[in-house]
């Protein structure tokens, strides 16, 4: 392994903007169900957005397969390797899955899916009040789960820029000038 | 080196005591960051009134009723068509006012309260709910009531107000002490209190005008935007509820009479905007609009076949009144948001609930004995 292998341009440019997308979704999305007085500007956000990161997580995905990752450093402890692992597969699936299942439950729910404008997305599932109560307490467990997966990984990120710094936080660094290509 | 060191994997050119340091700034900002969305999703902040509290006071007040709106809870579906008058298209771009639309209607009626087996009673408050199908997928649903004015200015009001107005369950009226300190509290709510008492109790839902009480803005195409607050008015003279009428033993004698009427012939209203002028009250619904204010007849609701509510239709609908098509948006009116928020807190709960049939079957009230 090289010492500065990184992830390709496109993968940390996607990376720090979902960063900062997700993490506005998950506080809209929790000040959503509570709020009365801003409910319905942070609803005209949470769905535009949610599809957005939906369609970005889909791109990145791809750039993943046709670029993959730097290695690990070798002397990660095994445990730490498949905990990083783990943590990355349910990372995506959630990056995926939970924009998924808000247009399914909207759907199932019988809601027309504004997105902005007259623009309506088509439902994904049929209209089913059952369907849309299972899912809606889904959309906010899973919500939860992305949460704390997301401060693991942010306390997992600084333990390796800090404290390890073996590189692998800089793998992902986004440089302020354009990297020499290799 | 240090244990610390060891278990941490730390860099060799760290100190113990900048190893240290360094794991409490990250546990700071992972710790921060937690603390933050807890803030942000009220968790540090019990006394605020959220959606779910709305909610629960509503079950509180009328008692558990599984699979029944928390408010509104019996009612009637219908459907039909609205038919434009092209007067609309100057004020609003939505596609349903230009000239010659026929946009499909379905809706409900129904009475204000959360008492789906409760018997039909002339001063109950009304509504006419109705979800407008645009096409592309895009849709209008408003709901409208009988009355001139909203009872309060906002949501915290109208929390109050729940509590104050629920019946004492040995008088099966509101206790009037709470009554009177709600309304010594909310001057605006005594007000329109009155103006609620006063109106006009009509014989039935045909003959009833039915308004947004909430502002709304209309956009039109080149961006201009007017507020709006729209009525329903029926197309047939309205005829005062008689003293006979209110001794009717009959459980279901509103909902009833509207359902005979619409199989006589199609039921039709204007829909009529009022426009607001600078200085209209556009976020207080229990301000009235001066009555000189200009209006448009924007066109007609026909409604043509009315249906017990069931699986999949107008029962399963949220009528939020911010599912709005590109051409109206709300206004600042506090309460808009709030309804919508609720709304989708008591569709959420009964979604999942089992579900009974309503008081309300839709048979002719004079039909052949079964």
Same mark, same amino acid.
Request: hydrophobic share 45%; glycine share 10%; with cysteine.
């Given at each position: 392994?090289?010492?500065?292998?990184?992830?390709?341009?496109? %993968? @940390?440019?996607? &990376?720090?903007?979902?960063? +900062? *997308?997700? $993490?506005?979704?998950?506080? =809209? /999305?929790? #000040? !959503?169900?509570?709020?009365?007085?801003?409910?319905?500007?942070?609803?005209?956000?949470?769905?535009?957005?949610?599809?957005?990161?939906?369609?970005?997580?889909?791109?990145?995905?791809?750039?993943?397969?046709?670029?993959?990752?730097?290695?690990?450093?070798?002397?990660?402890?095994?445990?730490?390797?498949?905990? %990083? @692992?783990?943590? &990355?597969?349910?990372?995506? +699936? *959630?990056? $995926?899955?939970?924009?998924? =299942? /808000?247009? #399914? !439950?909207?759907?199932?729910?019988?809601?027309?899916?504004?997105?902005?404008?007259?623009?309506?997305?088509?439902?994904?599932?049929?209209?089913?009040?059952?369907?849309?109560?299972?899912?809606?307490?889904?959309?906010?467990?899973?919500?939860?789960?992305?949460?704390?997966?997301?401060?693991?990984?942010?306390?997992? %990120?600084?333990?390796?820029?800090?404290?390890?710094?073996?590189?692998?936080?800089?793998?992902?660094?986004?440089?302020?000038?354009?990297?020499?290509?290799? | 080196?240090?244990?610390?060191?060891?278990?941490?994997?730390?860099?060799?050119?760290?100190?113990?005591?900048?190893?240290?340091?360094?794991?409490?700034?990250?546990?700071?900002?992972?710790?921060?960051?937690?603390?933050?969305?807890?803030?942000?999703?009220?968790?540090?902040?019990?006394?605020?009134?959220?959606?779910?509290?709305?909610?629960?006071?509503?079950?509180?007040?009328?008692?558990?009723?599984?699979?029944?709106?928390?408010?509104?809870?019996?009612?009637?579906?219908?459907?039909?068509?609205?038919?434009?008058?092209?007067?609309?298209?100057?004020?609003?771009?939505?596609?349903?006012?230009?000239?010659?639309?026929?946009?499909?209607?379905?809706?409900?009626?129904?009475?204000?309260?959360?008492?789906?087996?409760?018997?039909?009673?002339?001063?109950?408050?009304?509504?006419?709910?109705?979800?407008?199908?645009?096409?592309?997928?895009?849709?209008?649903?408003?709901?409208?009531?009988?009355?001139?004015?909203?009872?309060?200015?906002?949501?915290?009001?109208?929390?109050?107000?729940?509590?104050?107005?629920?019946?004492?369950?040995?008088?099966?009226?509101?206790?009037?002490?709470?009554?009177?300190?709600?309304?010594?509290?909310?001057?605006?709510?005594?007000?329109?209190?009155?103006?609620?008492?006063?109106?006009?109790?009509?014989?039935?839902?045909?003959?009833?005008?039915?308004?947004?009480?909430?502002?709304?803005?209309?956009?039109?195409?080149?961006?201009?935007?007017?507020?709006?607050?729209?009525?329903?008015?029926?197309?047939?003279?309205?005829?005062?509820?008689?003293?006979?009428?209110?001794?009717?033993?009959?459980?279901?004698?509103?909902?009833?009479?509207?359902?005979?009427?619409?199989?006589?012939?199609?039921?039709?209203?204007?829909?009529?905007?009022?426009?607001?002028?600078?200085?209209?009250?556009?976020?207080?619904?229990?301000?009235?609009?001066?009555?000189?204010?200009?209006?448009?007849?924007?066109?007609?609701?026909?409604?043509?076949?009315?249906?017990?509510?069931?699986?999949?239709?107008?029962?399963?609908?949220?009528?939020?009144?911010?599912?709005?098509?590109?051409?109206?948006?709300?206004?600042?009116?506090?309460?808009?948001?709030?309804?919508?928020?609720?709304?989708?807190?008591?569709?959420?709960?009964?979604?999942?609930?089992?579900?009974?049939?309503?008081?309300?079957?839709?048979?002719?009230?004079?039909?052949?004995?079964?």
């Amino acid at each position: 392994m090289s010492p500065t292998a990184h992830f390709n341009r496109p %993968a @940390r440019l996607l &990376h720090w903007t979902m960063a +900062g *997308l997700i $993490l506005a979704m998950l506080f =809209i /999305g929790v #000040a !959503m169900v509570t709020s009365l007085a801003h409910y319905q500007a942070l609803v005209a956000l949470h769905r535009p957005l949610g599809i957005g990161i939906l369609v970005l997580a889909v791109l990145r995905l791809a750039n993943r397969w046709r670029h993959p990752p730097p290695d690990l450093p070798a002397d990660l402890p095994g445990w730490q390797r498949q905990a %990083a @692992r783990a943590s &990355h597969i349910l990372l995506y +699936g *959630l990056m $995926l899955g939970l924009p998924l =299942i /808000g247009w #399914a !439950m909207l759907s199932a729910a019988g809601y027309p899916i504004g997105l902005a404008g007259a623009l309506v997305l088509p439902p994904i599932l049929p209209r089913d009040p059952g369907l849309y109560a299972w899912l809606r307490p889904l959309h906010t467990v899973l919500a939860y789960a992305l949460f704390g997966l997301i401060l693991a990984h942010l306390g997992a %990120a600084l333990m390796h820029g800090l404290i390890r710094r073996d590189g692998v936080f800089a793998s992902m660094a986004l440089r302020l000038t354009p990297s020499r290509s290799r | 080196m240090s244990i610390l060191n060891d278990l941490t994997g730390a860099d060799p050119g760290l100190t113990p005591r900048a190893v240290l340091l360094r794991l409490g700034a990250i546990g700071g900002l992972v710790a921060g960051t937690a603390g933050a969305f807890a803030a942000v999703g009220g968790w540090l902040s019990p006394g605020a009134l959220d959606q779910a509290q709305i909610v629960d006071r509503f079950e509180r007040v009328n008692g558990p009723h599984p699979g029944f709106r928390r408010n509104h809870a019996k009612g009637l579906c219908l459907a039909g068509r609205f038919e434009s008058s092209g007067r609309g298209a100057r004020l609003s771009k939505a596609s349903l006012f230009g000239a010659g639309q026929v946009t499909p209607v379905t809706g409900r009626i129904a009475l204000a309260g959360g008492q789906p087996y409760a018997a039909d009673a002339a001063t109950t408050v009304r509504s006419l709910a109705l979800r407008f199908h645009l096409p592309d997928g895009e849709e209008w649903r408003t709901g409208n009531n009988d009355i001139p004015v909203f009872p309060v200015r906002t949501p915290e009001a109208f929390y109050e107000q729940l509590l104050a107005a629920k019946p004492d369950p040995g008088t099966g009226k509101p206790n009037p002490d709470a009554l009177k300190a709600f309304f010594a509290g909310h001057p605006e709510s005594a007000k329109a209190a009155a103006l609620i008492k006063a109106r006009t109790i009509t014989a039935g839902f045909a003959d009833d005008t039915f308004r947004s009480l909430n502002a709304f803005r209309f956009v039109a195409r080149d961006g201009t935007e007017t507020p709006v607050r729209w009525a329903f008015v029926p197309d047939q003279a309205a005829t005062a509820e008689s003293a006979a009428q209110s001794a009717r033993a009959d459980k279901n004698f509103l909902f009833d009479a509207f359902a005979s009427a619409v199989r006589r012939a199609p039921v039709r209203w204007h829909l009529v905007a009022t426009l607001g002028e600078r200085g209209d009250p556009t976020a207080d619904a229990t301000l009235a609009w001066p009555t000189d204010r200009a209006t448009v007849d924007l066109g007609s609701v026909v409604v043509t076949a009315t249906e017990a509510e069931a699986d999949g239709n107008c029962r399963d609908v949220n009528f939020d009144p911010l599912v709005l098509p590109a051409g109206i948006v709300g206004s600042d009116d506090p309460l808009l948001s709030a309804r919508s928020a609720a709304y989708s807190q008591s569709f959420a709960r009964r979604a999942g609930e089992p579900k009974t049939p309503s008081a309300v079957h839709d048979t002719p009230a004079s039909g052949a004995g079964l």
